[in-house]
Structures are given as structure tokens and as C-alpha cells.
């Protein structure tokens, strides 16, 4: 499989926007599956910033959420992920950091 020019490059740093609504069950979900991801696959080329929307609703306002979690991707790239983001290998994918398959 030939690398996509789109996505980044594995030495990129990468900055997260979590929109999350306090204690929720898939907001806690969201959370532990993107600290996991960045600190298994990002270690020490990424930032995470969680805002709850239940503390700070400016921000939701501000980003345009209509639903959370949201996982806004800022850098290298932009991206917006809606939901738990349960699939790790889907995140993975979205993130362009799943492994390559052998053809």
C-alpha cells in the first residue's frame, strides 16, 4: 500500500479539542480512548485539551458542537470526530496513524 500524501507524517505533532458534557458515560469513554491512543501512538508529540461543555458552554457555542463527545483534530490536520470514539482502529484510521496493511 502506497503512503496517502494527505495524511501526516508519523513524526507530526498533534493538538486535540475534546468537547465532552461532564461525567457522561460516552464522554468518559471518549476521554480514556484518546489519552490511550496519544499516549500509545503520540508520546510526547501531542496536546490534549478537554472542554466540558456543561462548564464551559461558550466554548460548544464557539466551535459550533451540536453533540458531544466531539473531537476536534487541529493539527497537522483538521478534523471533526463525532461520538465515543469506542473503535480505536477506526480513530486510528481517521488520525492516519493505522498501521499499513501487507497487500
Known amino acids: 500500500m502506497s503512503p496517502n500524501p494527505s ?8 493538538r486535540f479539542r475534546l ?3 461532564g461525567g ?33 458552554y461558550q466554548a460548544a457555542l464557539a466551535y459550533q458542537i451540536v453533540a ?3 473531537l476536534r483534530v487541529e493539527s497537522p490536520f483538521e478534523r471533526v470526530i463525532v461520538g465515543s470514539l469506542c473503535n480505536e482502529q477506526a480513530l486510528l484510521a481517521a488520525l492516519g496513524l ?6
Open 7 to 14: 495524511l501526516p507524517k508519523n513524526d507530526c505533532f498533534y
Open 19 to 21: 468537547f465532552v458534557a
Open 24 to 56: 457522561e458515560v460516552n464522554s468518559e469513554k471518549a476521554r480514556a480512548v484518546l489519552f490511550h491512543v496519544a499516549e500509545t501512538y503520540l508520546s510526547g508529540r501531542h496536546e490534549i485539551i478537554v472542554v466540558d461543555v456543561m462548564q464551559d
Open 68 to 70: 458531544v463527545p466531539t
Open 98 to 103: 493505522a498501521p499499513e496493511r501487507s497487500p
